[in-house]
């Protein structure tokens, strides 16, 4: 084979490789959209009024998560199965971004950590890398840093709308998570940064509370309830 023969073979290859890379994008960029609209319903919860309302803006969300399960079907198809992490990267933020929303709404179901096998389920994604197309460990530990993020908005917030309670069990929430994340060793530079946010997320609630606690508001919260 010529040296302008081989060069042509390669050109074809990098041209098919591009071709996929923006059938990738474009599907993407429906992820994107739908993920903006699940955190526009998400972020009324910040609002005095939606924060009494949280279970019709979670069911509303998770209506939204079944039309990212038909996206990500079509994902799967603009690329052979055992190249995942060759293109992982067009889609891995869109990722953690659902798993963070995933996260979010079981948060405020049940104020309870989804687990990575939940996420997966709510996207219509495999666990294991053996099956393609996954839900990666790291991109699930990045939504859930993130998630850290807004619950301790949440407790300002909650502050706000009258209700002393939140923010003290978030504050556990939280105090769990960060244990939780001291156990593993992290190696991933981005994911070990961003882990080190969660240190100013927890002091940021740790203060609300604190707040709380001297102005004897926790109590009274507290005997509002038992009533």
């Not at 996260?103 to 950590?113: C, G, K, P, R, T």
């Not at 939140?166 to 156990?183: A, K, Q, T, V």
Request: aromatic content about 10%; hydrophobic content about 40%.
């Amino acid at each position: 084979m010529s040296v302008p023969d081989m060069f042509s073979n390669i050109q074809g290859f990098l041209t098919a490789d591009q071709d996929i890379r923006e059938d990738i994008k474009k599907v993407v960029q429906v992820l994107e959209q739908t993920a903006r609209e699940i955190l526009t319903v998400l972020q009324t919860v910040h609002q005095p009024s939606g924060l009494k309302d949280i279970p019709s803006k979670c069911l509303r969300a998770r209506e939204l998560f079944s039309t990212v399960q038909i996206h990500i079907g079509e994902l799967k198809k603009k690329f052979p199965v055992e190249q995942y992490y060759r293109f992982h990267e067009l889609w891995r933020f869109v990722l953690q971004r659902f798993t963070f929303l995933a996260a979010f709404v079981v948060y405020l179901e049940s104020e309870s950590l989804v687990k990575r096998e939940e996420v997966a389920k709510i996207l219509g994604v495999e666990v294991s890398r053996v099956n393609g197309f996954h839900l990666d460990l790291e991109d699930y530990l990045a939504g859930i840093l993130t998630l850290a993020s807004e619950l301790s908005r949440l407790a300002v917030n909650s502050v706000t709308a009258g209700d002393y309670g939140r923010p003290l069990r978030i504050s556990n929430f939280i105090n769990e998570l960060d244990s939780g994340f001291r156990l593993l060793n992290l190696k991933n530079d981005p994911l070990r940064k961003r882990y080190d946010g969660l240190k100013y997320d927890v002091k940021k609630i740790e203060e609300v509370v604190y707040d709380l606690s001297i102005r004897g508001l926790v109590k009274e919260q507290e005997a509002e309830e038992s009533k």
